[in-house]
């Protein structure tokens, strides 16, 4: 009879088997419980993280175009404080140059005035007068001197001031291109998305960098720029005021310093004419008495010569009568007209003698006279000559350099022709 083999090992009960089947169908409600719970669970996190998430990325998204805003609020303003700024800059500089220029002018007028003194050294013994014209070319230079002072004090200032414009438009400069590069970063991180190809993860992202500032010193740093330029910018162009009105004040001095030395000028210059012509005047009339002085010296030197002679006369008939013989050398009418006649000469030659040298110092007077009166012309002439000059060298300040002709001097020449003929005339 064949044996029945029996597969080793421990053998349950159907209770058992019950038993482990209910446990099973328990165990699986309770895993399917926990993982529905679990399901839930996830659901209501993952959608609660969703929308965390959602909103957090919201948030932010309106936080950086908030940022945008504002940066570009503050850009903008300096924008248009930057314009202003340069535009400032410019106008500084413009009135710069023209003080600059107008300082320029000024070396003109003062080498015209200082030219005018040193030609007027020139003048000749009594000529050499301070008279207003020397008084009021002194007041110019002196004038010009201040004026020149002044002037370089603005460009100076000027100068100064446009540094300080430079440094504040560099300040505002330094902080229009940081807002620009801010502007550019976060418009990239505005732009950023889950599918955007250059997200990753980084080290410590949340770290607070070096050289942070909060959001108060941030807008007070960009406000402090913008006040500073604008200072700046206000004492610019009170700068500006002050220069032109130092241009136009030493404008006007100057311009009225030159009316009255020119106006010194031409009365001087009348003056010297004047004279002139009353010297002219006493060296014709004293020219014409010598001539007559001469004249008459002349027939005065006949007089006496022929008074001579007729002494002479009287003395041979004198002389010859006293050779009557005898009786006859008597005292008689003839011999008492003659001894009176000879007295009569005699009386008559003393005078015409003491007259004739009497005339002969007037004449040497009057040659002495016309010498000073030729010198004293030349003095006047040379005199006329350099105020002249000087009146011709002065119109280089109201005549452009490019236009400026000298004038002739036709007095002049005339005067030193005329004064070359008397000189002419006493040789």
């Known amino acids: 009879m064949a044996t029945l083999s029996v597969k080793p090992g421990q053998r349950f009960t159907v209770p058992d088997w019950h038993t482990s089947a209910q446990l099973l169908s328990a165990d699986a409600e309770r895993q399917r419980s926990a993982a529905h719970h679990a399901r839930q669970e996830t659901r209501a996190l993952r959608n609660e993280t969703n929308n965390q998430t959602k909103w957090d990325e919201h948030d932010n998204q309106t936080r950086l175009a908030e940022r945008i805003s504002s940066v570009n609020r503050w850009k903008e303003t300096l924008d248009k404080c ?87 438009r560099q300040q505002l400069g330094c902080d229009h291109r940081h807002k620009m590069e801010a502007l550019e970063i976060d418009r990239v991180c505005l732009s950023l998305s889950v599918t955007s190809p250059n997200i990753s993860f980084k080290v410590n992202p949340t770290r607070v960098p070096n050289g942070s500032t909060v959001l108060s010193e941030w807008e007070q740093n960009s406000q402090c720029n913008k006040e500073h330029a604008e200072e700046e910018m206000k004492a610019s162009a009170k700068l500006r005021e002050v220069t032109a009105l130092a241009i136009a004040q030493t404008n006007n001095k100057l311009e009225a310093q030159r009316v009255a030395t020119e106006f010194a000028f031409r009365k001087r210059i009348r003056d010297l004419e004047r004279a002139y012509d009353e010297l002219k005047w006493q060296e014709q009339n004293t020219l014409k008495e010598i001539a007559e002085m001469e004249e008459d010296i002349r027939r005065l030197e006949e007089d006496l010569w022929r008074k001579v002679q007729a002494l002479k006369v009287a003395h041979t008939r004198l002389e010859t009568r006293t050779h009557r013989p005898w009786a006859e050398l008597c005292r008689d009418q003839a011999q008492y007209g003659l001894t009176d006649e000879v007295h009569q000469l005699e009386g008559t030659i003393r005078a015409l003698r003491q007259k004739l040298a009497e005339s002969q110092d007037a004449l040497d007077g009057l040659y002495r006279q016309l010498h000073r009166t030729q010198t004293d012309l030349g003095y006047k002439a040379n005199s006329l000559m350099l105020d002249n000059k000087c009146m011709d060298s002065r119109r280089k300040l109201v005549v452009p350099a490019e236009k400026f002709v000298p004038e002739v001097d036709t007095f002049n020449r005339t005067t030193t022709r005329a004064l070359k003929n008397g000189q002419l005339e006493l040789s």
């Open 82 to 168: 930057l314009a202003d700024i340069d535009a400032e800059i410019d106008a500084l500089a413009k009135v710069k140059e023209a003080a600059e220029r107008a300082l320029q002018a000024k070396n003109l007028a003062l080498e015209v005035s200082i030219e005018c003194l040193t030609l007027r050294e020139s003048r000749r013994a009594i000529d050499v007068v301070r008279d207003p014209v020397e008084e009021e070319l002194h007041k110019e230079v002196k004038a010009i001197d201040k004026a020149k002072r002044e002037l370089q004090e603005k460009v100076t200032e000027a100068f100064e001031q446009l540094c300080r414009l430079q440094e504040a």
